[in-house]
Every structure is written in C-alpha cells, then in structure tokens.
T-cell receptor, first 112, second 113 residues
C-alpha cells in the first residue's frame, strides 16, 4: 500500500541552527502538501508543491519537490522557538483528490 | 470568518458504547474529511463527504460512519467502541474535491476506557 515516510522522526536543534526534514513516498505524487502541528494543536497548512523539481520559499522555510515527484524536503534556516512542532508531508490518495495520506512526521524541538 | 469548529472538545466513553462527533466547516467550504490521529502519529484518513455523500473512505471498519448535512456540517459516528479507538479525531474542510488545502479543526479527544 501507499506509504509516506519522513526522516528524521525527531530533531533537537539549538536556536539559530538549521533544520531539514525529508519526505519519501512509495508512489509518485501528483502534488505534495506540508503541514505543521504545534504541541496540543491541529495541523496547519503550510504549502503545496505541484511541479516536478519545484522549489518554494516562505521566509526562512524552503520547500522542494523532487524531480521524480516521490520525495520532498523542508528546510528551515536559523530556527526560532516558534518553529517548534511536528512537520508532516502529505500526498493525495489519487490524482485530483485531496484525501491526504500523511507522512510519519518529524518532531522539531528548538533549544533556546 | 469562522474556521472549522468541532464539538465536543473532549469525550470519555466506555468500551462498547457509541459516540457522535460534530464538525462545522470553514465558511465557504463544502467538503468535510475526517481523520484519526493516535498519539505520536500522523493523521489517518477515515472518510470524506461531499454533496452529502461519502466520496472516499480510508482503511477503517464499518463501525465508523458519517453524515453530511445540507449546510455542509458533518457528523462522525463510531459504534461498539474499542480501547484502540482512543485518539484525536480531526475534521478538515476544503473547497471541492480537487487539490485544495485542508483546514483542520481543533479536534475531539476521545478516550475509551
């Protein structure tokens, strides 16, 4: 069945250090979305990538979609304590659908 | 502009009981999806409702059922509760059935004892 794995599972960084999480799908994805879930909160949409090799930036966050559309990454430059949370990638079950299959998540802790 | 609202916030039930969770989508959204999130895991897709019909279903038993009303709000029903049903149940709304992003509610924390 479809699987979406993320590494690492956990990451502790000092404030100001960079952080990267990697997402790998067992199947080709029509698009990939990233969500952030703060401790005790709910997932919040960050971004959607659609094109092969696409790169998008949101301030200190850089998102990439692989050429084969089976992997993706999220890089945060100079982490801040507000970046704490679990980052999930998610892909659709089928093309054109928004029934998302969430990855295993990477839990980021930022040490002040 | 109201976001996705879910009720109740917390719920404690006993094995074998039945539970109903409720969700009102974000204003302007017509599609509601339900997810189950166990502690420390990613959300797992249960099913999606659009135009008052179940359109997609994840790998969940028939004990899990739902409904969507003409005002787009939705209910999730779980029968014959098991201990393993203890989780955070998240409702997400979106516009249409395409690739639009999901807007999640704060969830209902269900504990089965």
């Amino acid at each position: 069945g479809q699987q979406v794995m993320q590494i690492p599972q956990y990451q502790h960084v000092q404030e100001g250090e960079d952080f990267t999480t990697y997402c790998n799908s067992s199947t080709t994805l029509s698009n990939i979305q990233w969500y952030k879930q703060r401790p005790g909160g709910h997932p919040v949409f960050l971004i959607q990538l659609v094109k092969s090799g696409e790169v998008k930036k949101q301030k200190r966050l850089t998102f990439q979609f692989g050429e084969a559309k089976k992997n993706s990454s999220l890089h945060i430059t100079a982490t801040q304590t507000t970046d704490v949370g679990t980052y999930f990638c998610a892909g659709p079950f089928a093309d054109g659908a928004n029934n998302l299959f969430f990855g295993t998540g990477t839990r980021l802790t930022v040490i002040p | 502009d109201a976001g996705v609202t879910q009720s109740p916030t917390h719920l404690i039930k006993t094995r074998g009981q039945q539970v109903t969770l409720r969700c009102s989508p974000k204003s302007g959204h017509d599609t509601v999806s339900w997810y189950q999130q166990a502690l420390g895991q990613g959300p797992q897709f249960i099913f999606q409702y659009y135009e008052e019909e179940e359109r997609q279903r994840g790998n969940f038993p028939d004990r899990f059922s739902g409904h969507q009303f003409p005002n787009y709000s939705s209910e999730l029903n779980v029968n014959a509760l098991l201990l393993g049903d203890s989780a955070l149940y998240l409702c997400a709304s979106s516009l249409g059935q395409g690739n639009s992003p999901l807007h999640f509610g704060n969830g209902t924390r269900l504990t089965v004892t």
